[in-house]
């Protein structure tokens, strides 16, 4: 059944992408990203040497700081930060420089739904920007669940509070040619079919999960082109712009 959404897309139809780089001077690597009206920024500093406490000494860390639009921060930024952290560990050669610290900063600019994955989005590029190694991009992408069972992708704030359910999913990009000279390899099989992220809202089904899992493998087909064209990998023999 076809549903009706306020801002006439159709059910698997992403809102207007924008992504631009290095739009911070001061940061080692910068990005803007939009989805629709939601819009997010993120910075990243370092690596700069030494690790926090509880962190591995023997790998490099990941610190992650969520700057809301407007008030302190809660519950639900504290667990973005986890989530991003967890994230992005994930997709960096900890390895390379170990007993060090990248800072991701995120700021929200406008939150019009689906703001964690957009938030994901805009690390990943500004990560890049910075010349941090990295296994593989990644892309993430919000599905909701309406009443019906029916799939909406890239959900607006009006819609969030409306539909049951949502799930935030992460996939990984193929691994590409963001690896300093003489870095390690990281295998030869692309991870295009995995999933490394998955942070659900609501009361959701299996039956309903997979189709979440369905839809959004497909459409971050089209974010991962998107983010590719518009991040400008670096030449691998520029390194890290902070070493």
């Keep these: 059944?076809?549903?009706?959404?306020?801002?006439?897309?159709?059910?698997?139809?992403?809102?207007?992408?924008?992504?631009?780089?290095?739009?911070?001077?001061?940061?080692?690597?910068?990005?803007?990203?939009?989805?629709?009206?939601?819009?997010?920024?993120?910075?990243?500093?370092?690596?700069?040497?030494?690790?926090?406490?509880?962190?591995?000494?023997?790998?490099?860390?990941?610190?992650?700081?969520?700057?809301?639009?407007?008030?302190?921060?809660?519950?639900?930024?504290?667990?973005?930060?986890?989530?991003?952290?967890?994230?992005?560990?994930?997709?960096?050669?900890?390895?390379?420089?170990?007993?060090?610290?990248?800072?991701?900063?995120?700021?929200?600019?406008?939150?019009?739904?689906?703001?964690?994955p957009c938030a994901i989005n805009a690390a990943c590029a500004a990560l890049v920007d910075a010349g941090i190694p990295l296994k593989h991009l990644a892309v993430a992408i919000c599905c909701s669940v309406t009443d019906s069972g029916s799939i909406l992708l890239d959900p607006t704030k009006d819609e969030e509070e409306k539909l049951k359910a949502r799930a935030n999913l992460v996939f990984p990009n193929a691994i590409v040619s963001v690896l300093p000279d003489r870095s390690l390899q990281v295998g030869s099989e692309p991870m295009a079919h995995g999933i490394m992220t998955s942070v659900t809202q609501g009361a959701m089904p299996v039956n309903d999960y997979l189709h979440c899992l369905e839809r959004g493998r497909a459409a971050s087909a089209r974010l991962s082109e998107f983010l590719r064209k518009n991040i400008g990998l670096k030449s691998t023999s520029e390194g890290s712009k902070a070493g």
């Excluded at 897309?9 to 992403?14: C, F, H, K, V």
């Excluded at 921060?73 to 973005?80: D, F, L, R, T, W």
């Excluded at 420089?97 to 964690?116: E, H, R």
């Design 1 to 116: 059944m076809e549903i009706d959404r306020p801002d006439g897309r159709t059910p698997n139809q992403l809102r207007p992408l924008a992504c631009s780089c290095s739009v911070l001077h001061r940061a080692h690597g910068s990005s803007s990203w939009a989805q629709g009206e939601t819009k997010v920024l993120a910075a990243v500093y370092g690596p700069k040497a030494g690790t926090k406490k509880n962190e591995n000494p023997e790998k490099a860390s990941i610190e992650v700081i969520w700057k809301p639009k407007t008030g302190q921060i809660g519950k639900v930024e504290k667990e973005y930060e986890m989530i991003l952290k967890k994230t992005l560990e994930s997709i960096c050669i900890r390895t390379i420089y170990p007993n060090t610290t990248t800072s991701v900063i995120i700021q929200v600019l406008n939150d019009d739904g689906a703001l964690l």
